[in-house]
């Protein structure tokens, strides 16, 4: 991998700003601003809001020895914010807002913040949480507390953190991942380079996202892209579908950032065929769409779904993307895995899986350090970042499969897998057989112990008006056995009024997964394996 030679994400805008001063970098519209005007920016002019905001920063005492934690949402001016703060090397946590006062407090105290930057309205619910223990500032304010701890004398460089940034917490408590200077760069270079189906036009490109800035894909990946490339980064406050197509064509995006969502959302809409052609979009780059919806979308979007697999962790250094034909469309196929990385798929006892088997997938950077370029390690967490990269490998937790051109597959996450008589059922699967069911609202499948076959397939179900009932359950489970192999038809069943989220919108699979065993070991769960018993 190219070794980068802007040593930090202010250096790369500096460079950026020096190419493309009179080409737009920031937009919003205003339908996305909650009442404001729209939001627009060039490289000049963000150059000229970063250096104010500089001196304030400086003038209160940040440096690269401080944490700031920024609660902006997706407001564009979150990115002056970062740009400042990076240029005096400080590092940022950006705080989801999406979260409960708990999780928010949580975070606060983790990240051991020295202030915390907040829009407006955020200040207001956020002013109880840091009271007493960390310094609060409006994004608008003209001055900046004084802040508790005396600045230090470190210089930023590529190894320096430029940012914390909190895993989703689907499956446990989530954790810090620290991310450096060299990361941001890597990933905006890596990306911007890329070329295939996914080559930029540098100075031309209008990139699109919806996806929020406490994630990686927002926060790094597209926003670095449109730093290396010249590009305008169009940032949505989320997801629309009623207005979906109208912005694409009024913004005049080239490039669009997905969740796997947003597609199936989107064939289920009336909108006419005008709308789903009226745009510029080139291709559409992201993971995690639906098999079934992904040829349909392409042919009549004329999009491109460019899938990729990628980390918090791994950023650039583990990057692997379908940019190349043959993707394979839907198959989950995510591509191949590039030249800078070596990869393996392993079976649990740690040998190597055979062409086609399921395994989980590791990585490290090819080279002398296989760690060059990935995260940092979790914030104050050695342990668990060593157990990470147990045997010199970054173990990613993911199961997939390979085809004989080393083409790699998605099968499901390790923990939401079922292993029931010695085969692996991904979760994923079972659902995606379930939600074809229109009394199925929503559905989470789990493990459950299982005395003779070690787990059972169990799936947590919210219905969709329909009677929950056993009679109901047992046609439930019915129609995935006409989809799925018996042996992966759930054997229980139990209705939920919801099934809990995080504020980032993925199932709480961790209190999921409690839940099952509570409602299977109370008797409340609908137990249906004499519908499998007859099978094995």
């Known amino acids: 991998m190219t070794q980068i030679d802007t040593p930090t994400v202010y250096a790369a805008f500096q460079r950026a700003c020096d190419s493309w001063a009179d080409h737009d970098f920031l937009f919003t519209p205003a339908e996305a601003l909650d009442g404001e005007p729209a939001f627009a920016r060039s490289f000049g002019q963000a150059a000229a809001d970063v250096e104010a905001l500089k001196a304030r920063y400086r003038a209160a005492g940040l440096d690269a020895s401080h944490r700031v934690g920024i609660a902006m949402g997706n407001h564009p001016a979150f990115f002056l914010h970062f740009l400042a703060l990076n240029a005096l090397g400080t590092s940022v946590a950006p705080l989801n807002e999406g979260m409960q006062d708990a999780e928010l407090a949580d975070i606060l105290v983790r990240a051991e913040l020295d202030l915390v930057i907040a829009s407006p309205a955020a200040a207001l619910r956020l002013a109880p949480l840091c009271e007493g223990r960390i310094s609060l500032c409006r994004s608008d304010a003209e001055q900046v507390p004084t802040l508790q701890r005396a600045a230090g004398d470190e210089q930023p460089g590529p190894a320096s953190e430029a940012a914390l940034l909190f895993t989703s917490g689907s499956t446990g408590t989530p954790k810090g991942c620290i991310l450096s200077n060299a990361y941001f760069t890597q990933v905006g270079h890596f990306y911007a380079t890329m070329g295939g189906l996914c080559a930029f036009r540098l100075g031309e490109d209008r990139i699109l996202t919806p996806l929020p800035v406490t994630h990686m894909n927002a926060l790094v990946v597209t926003f670095m892209a449109a730093i290396y490339s010249g590009s305008c980064l169009i940032q949505l406050d989320r997801f629309h579908a009623s207005r979906w197509w109208r912005t694409l064509a009024e913004t005049r995006a080239t490039i669009v950032h997905y969740l796997g969502v947003m597609p199936a959302i989107l064939l289920q809409r009336d909108d006419g065929e005008a709308a789903w052609r009226g745009h510029q ?43 190349h034909e043959p993707r394979h469309v839907g198959t989950r196929c995510f591509g191949k895995p590039p030249a800078n990385l070596d990869w393996r798929i392993v079976r649990e006892s740690g040998e190597d899986a055979a062409v086609g ?50 083409s790699l597959y998605f099968v499901d996450r390790l923990k939401n897998i079922v292993r029931r008589s010695g085969e692996n059922i991904a979760a994923i699967e079972v659902e995606g057989a379930l939600l074809e069911q229109p009394q199925v609202a929503g559905c989470c499948v789990l493990p459950v112990l299982d005395e003779i076959r070690g787990e059972e397939v169990m799936a947590l179900i919210q219905l969709a008006g329909a009677p929950a009932d056993e009679a109901r359950a047992r046609a439930i489970a019915a129609g995935a056995a006409s989809r799925l192999a018996y042996y992966k038809v759930p054997g229980y069943i139990a209705f939920v009024d919801a099934l809990p989220t995080t504020a980032s919108q993925k199932l709480q699979r961790g209190a999921l997964r409690q839940l099952g065993r509570d409602l299977v070991a109370a008797g409340s769960a609908f137990d249906l394996r004499d519908l499998k018993r007859k099978r094995g």
């Open 281 to 323: 979009v080139r291709f559409a780059f992201g993971a995690g769409v639906d098999p079934r919806h992904h040829r349909r979308f392409e042919e009549r979007s004329g999009i491109p779904l460019i899938e990729a697999w990628a980390m918090s962790e791994t950023g650039a250094a583990a990057w692997i993307t379908a940019n």
């Open 357 to 406: 088997e399921p395994g989980e997938l590791l990585v490290r950077a090819r080279g002398a350090d296989p760690r060059r370029c990935f995260f940092s390690g979790y914030h104050n967490d050695p342990v668990a970042t060593e157990e990470a990269w147990a045997g010199g490998w970054f173990h990613t937790g993911d199961i997939v499969r390979r085809d004989a051109s080393d």
